[in-house]
Structures are given as structure tokens and as C-alpha cells.
Antibody
Framework: QVQLVQSGSELKKPGASVKVSCKAS????????VNWVRQAPGQGLEWMGW????????TYARGFRGRFVFSLDTSASTAYLLIDSLRAEDTAVYYC?????????????WGQGTLVTVSS | DIVMTQSPDSLAVSLGERATIDCKSS????????????LAWYQQKPGQSPKLLIY???TRESGVPDRFSGSGSGADFTLTISSLQAEDVAVYYC?????????FGQGTKVEI
């Protein structure tokens, strides 16, 4: 069955960096892109962008350019989200989720989420 | 960017009663070449990740109970839960996948 398993919760100080992983199984990794979605505490869902698992080419939504970096380890069917220079407002649950152009870019499966807490 | 607006923000429904959530997009999300509306509905229960319920505005995902239905076209859409069950308590989000950036409604909290 399709699974996206994310790394565990992180507690970081402002200015530090964090890397969240998302390991895919149950399907061919390179046939779906990996999206990243942020959910601040008590808030809604915000699409951050995606990474093409064939080319490694990332696309960032406005507001997520600069400190946010998407990357892959295709051999391990794993996608990564790196957040640099962490700020308190980066405190959120970060989800990875898959989609494919053949289904119109519909997001059908989500990871369980990774809580990143930024606090001094 | 396409703005998605849901109403209401929250609603309380008795067990067995109907729940209706509306979602409006700031522009049409109907792709005329294939006559498909690029609209999905997700359910998010407390402490869980979102789960796909409906896509193409009205197609139920495999395994989703048939009390959930989606309707609408163009820029106006509705999610209906025909007979609310206790396990349906959740926040429901609509999302357009017509144009990047994909955008979500603000969510509707459904309570008993």
C-alpha cells in the first residue's frame, strides 16, 4: 500500500536549520511528484511547492523562496525539506504529499506530518 | 493566485442530519477541453493528516462512504454529508488543482 513516512518532530532554536525527510513506499517513486504543505498551529493548509522526482527540479510557491529547499535521494525513494535560518513563525506541521500530472496534479496521499517547533 | 473561500467556518449538526459545506473559487476551475472541475475535498481529523474524499468535484475516492458527495461546477461547489456520523467530526478543506499555486479553502469545522 502507498505510504509516505516522515521523520519525527523537531525542536530548534531560531537561526538554526532543520531537514525533514519523507520516505515513499508502495509505488514507483519517480512516477509522482512530491509536494510540501505547511500547517501552522490551529491554521489551514498552505502549499509550499513541489519537486519533480524525475528531474529533481523544484518549484517553490511565493513565500517559500530562499530559505526553503526541496531535494531528493531517488535511490532511497526519499524527499527532503530543508528550512534554513529558522524563525518562530516557521513553527508548523509540515506534510509531504504525492501527486501526478496524469491525474491532473491531484494530491491523493499524504505523509503523517512532521512538527517543527522553533523556540529559544 | 486562485482564492478559495469556504462557508461556513464551522457548523454543528445532529447525528443523522445533513451537513453542507460550500466552496467558491475566485475564478472558474473548469477546464473546458476535458470538462473537468479541478476541485478536491479533504477531511482532516484532529491530529491526523488530510485524507482525500472527493476529486474532480464529484468523484468519490475509493473507500469513502457514499454519505459523502460533491457537486458543483465552474466556481461554486458543495460537499454534502447526507447523514452525519460521529466519526465525521473533522475539518474539511476544498482545494483547487487547476492552476499553480494549488490553493486551499480556509477549512470548515464540523461538530456534533
Amino acid at each position: 500500500q502507498v505510504q509516505l513516512v516522515q521523520s519525527g518532530s523537531e525542536l530548534k532554536k531560531p537561526g538554526a536549520s532543520v531537514k525533514v525527510s519523507c520516505k515513499a513506499s508502495g509505488y514507483t517513486f519517480t512516477t509522482f511528484v512530491v509536494n510540501w504543505v505547511r500547517q501552522a498551529p490551529g491554521q489551514g493548509l498552505e502549499w509550499m511547492g513541489w519537486i519533480n522526482t524525475n528531474t529533481g527540479n523544484p518549484t517553490y510557491a511565493r513565500g517559500f523562496r530562499g530559505r526553503f529547499v526541496f531535494s531528493l535521494d531517488t535511490s532511497a525513494s526519499t524527499a527532503y525539506l530543508l528550512i534554513d535560518s529558522l524563525r518562530a513563525e516557521d513553527t508548523a506541521v509540515y506534510y509531504c504529499a504525492r501527486s501526478t500530472a496524469s491525474s491532473g496534479n491531484l494530491i491523493d496521499y499524504w505523509g503523517q506530518g512532521t512538527l517543527v517547533t522553533v523556540s529559544s | 493566485d486562485i482564492v478559495m473561500t469556504q462557508s461556513p467556518d464551522s457548523l454543528a449538526v445532529s447525528l443523522g442530519e445533513r451537513a453542507t459545506i460550500d466552496c467558491k473559487s475566485s475564478q472558474s476551475i473548469l477546464y473546458r477541453s476535458n470538462n473537468k472541475n479541478y476541485l478536491a475535498w479533504y477531511q482532516q481529523k484532529p491530529g491526523q493528516s488530510p485524507k482525500l474524499l472527493i476529486y474532480w468535484a464529484s468523484t468519490r475516492e475509493s473507500g469513502v462512504p457514499d454519505r459523502f458527495s460533491g457537486s458543483g461546477s465552474g466556481a461554486d461547489f458543495t460537499l454534502t454529508i447526507s447523514s452525519l456520523q460521529a466519526e465525521d467530526v473533522a475539518v474539511y478543506y476544498c482545494q483547487q488543482y487547476y492552476n499553480s499555486p494549488w490553493t486551499f479553502g480556509q477549512g470548515t469545522k464540523v461538530e456534533i
